[in-house]
């Protein structure tokens, strides 16, 4: 699985960003794929995540701001990102899984995600106060 992102850029505090992932190679109808994070000096963690059968997740920092969505073309995944704080501000990937277990890790098992998921390159956000 290939995974392109696009998006993302330098606002200040207050303001909104839109990240785009592009998915191709995928053999399964079911797979997650979603967004995570990793500022300086921190660990990665999971953004937001949606599944081919629905389910949304989201982590607890960004969740009534952030919105993730399947789009129009299959295999396209947006992060919509409203009223950013600089604590936002880090490098943001898109990642993906068929596992058919995917759903019960692929967002809270980040070791295994990036073991055994696909990831795509980092896309910059910065946010400033």
Do not use: H
Request: aromatic share 10%; glycine share 14%; hydrophobic share 30%.
């Amino acid at each position: 699985v290939q995974l392109q992102a696009s998006g993302g850029g330098s606002v200040q505090t207050g303001g909104s960003l839109r990240l785009s992932c592009t998915a191709s190679g995928f053999t399964s109808d079911y797979y997650v794929i979603g967004w995570f994070r990793q500022a300086p000096g921190k660990d990665r963690e999971g953004v937001a995540c949606i599944s081919t059968v629905g389910k949304i997740e989201y982590g607890e920092p960004v969740q009534g701001r952030f919105t993730i969505s399947r789009g129009n073309a299959r295999n396209t995944v947006t992060l919509q990102m409203n009223s950013l704080k600089p604590e936002d501000t880090a490098v943001y990937y898109c990642a993906a899984t068929q596992s058919k277990s995917g759903g019960s890790w692929f967002f809270d098992d980040i070791q295994r995600t990036r073991d055994l998921g696909s990831w795509g390159q980092g896309t910059q956000v910065t946010v400033s106060s």
